[in-house]
């Protein structure tokens, strides 16, 4: 049974920085694709970065592009997701999830199969 727990949210001002936390627990992940997701009230969840466990691959949604970096420590099977210049349409909870379907478009939310908890990220203006 696979287990991410996310951690790193907050509160921040408009062009801060914060960096979130996934810890993967539960399984080999070397073929594996870990995802960013968030979700606003009264919004539908949206697809924000992803990145596979073996190669790297990188992937960003254009609203994050150059403002947010994803990465991963395979010694602790974690994944980062580095946020910088903030904008209060930043503000929703940040979830992070997993798939092993590498196949299968890394942007759609029922590709993932893992997820975690959600942590609140919220950018005051």
């Known amino acids: 049974q696979v287990q991410l727990v996310e951690s790193g949210g907050g509160l921040v001002q408009a062009g801060g920085s914060l960096r979130l936390s996934c810890a993967a627990s539960g399984r080999a992940f070397s073929d594996y694709r870990t995802g960013w997701f968030r979700q606003a009230p009264g919004k539908v969840r949206e697809f924000v970065a992803a990145?596979?466990?073996?190669?790297?691959?990188?992937y960003y949604a254009d609203s994050v592009k150059g403002r947010f970096t994803i990465s991963r420590d395979n010694a602790k099977n974690t994944v980062y997701l580095q946020m910088n210049s903030l904008k209060p349409e930043d503000t929703a909870v940040y979830y992070c999830?997993?798939?092993?379907?590498?196949?299968?478009?890394?942007?759609?939310?029922?590709?993932?199969?893992?997820w975690g908890q959600g942590t609140q990220v919220t950018v005051s203006s």
């Open positions: 990145i596979r466990w073996s190669g790297g691959n990188r």
């Open positions: 999830a997993g798939s092993s379907r590498l196949l299968l478009s890394y942007s759609s939310s029922s590709v993932y199969d893992n």
